[in-house]
């Protein structure tokens, strides 16, 4: 029978510091998405502005949010294994859900005043908001401004599949570089095949 472990002693990751983190990440890439395509869009034409900076941007959104969880689900599994906290495997995908909620929120109410043909400043601003998807956001706007929630499913599904295989200690790069996606150990000969090779 396993030891029962007692307040005092009891680690806690706090639920809060995943969606505040995955909110710092969001700032933080979407700031730098909307420096790049303001830029951009002062030297060439807005779709290519606009492809540039979702180009560098989208993957580095969801590389970022999916690394962040990747690191907090495999300390995290430390405390499941040692009983410090109990395995919640929901912990992903319903902080990734409530990070994006602002976003949401706000392409809600972009749907809301572009169908009444109002509100030409909150769209603008809601551009900005939502820069790293500026190829996605100007053409929805446009023509399917019903659409525009799409852009909140990038949070929750790179936190959910971060937290996932962070709890299982999958790296999907060693399975893309080393055969049977194990890493030799130091010192060891690569085991010869095509997925071995770095190059």
Not at 84 to 98: P, V
Not at 131 to 154: G, R, S, T
Not at 160 to 189: A, C, F, M
Request: aromatic share 12%; with cysteine; hydrophobic share 45%.
């Amino acid at each position: 029978m396993p030891e029962r472990t007692t307040p005092e002693n009891r680690r806690t990751s706090p639920f809060r510091k995943l969606v505040t983190g995955n909110l710092s990440l969001q700032l933080m890439v979407t700031v730098l998405a909307a420096i790049l395509y303001a830029v951009l869009a002062n030297t060439l034409e807005d779709l290519a502005a606009a492809a540039i900076t979702s180009a560098v941007f989208i993957p580095a959104y969801v590389f970022m949010i999916y690394t962040f969880y990747w690191g907090v689900a495999e300390r995290e599994r430390n405390l499941v294994l040692y009983g410090h906290m109990q395995e919640d495997k929901t912990r992903g995908i319903r902080a990734g859900l409530y990070a994006v909620v602002p976003l949401l929120i706000y392409s809600l109410v972009t749907i809301a005043l572009a169908y009444s043909g109002t509100g030409s400043n909150v769209i603008g601003i809601y551009r900005i908001c939502a820069a790293p998807f500026i190829l996605l956001i100007n053409p929805l706007i446009e023509y399917a401004p019903f659409a525009l929630p799409v852009v909140a499913v990038f949070s929750p599904l790179a936190a959910w599949l971060g937290y996932r295989n962070g709890s299982k200690l999958y790296r999907i790069w060693d399975h893309i570089i080393y055969k049977n996606g194990v890493k030799p150990k130091r010192g060891e000969k690569r085991p010869k095949g095509p997925r071995s090779r770095t190059r």
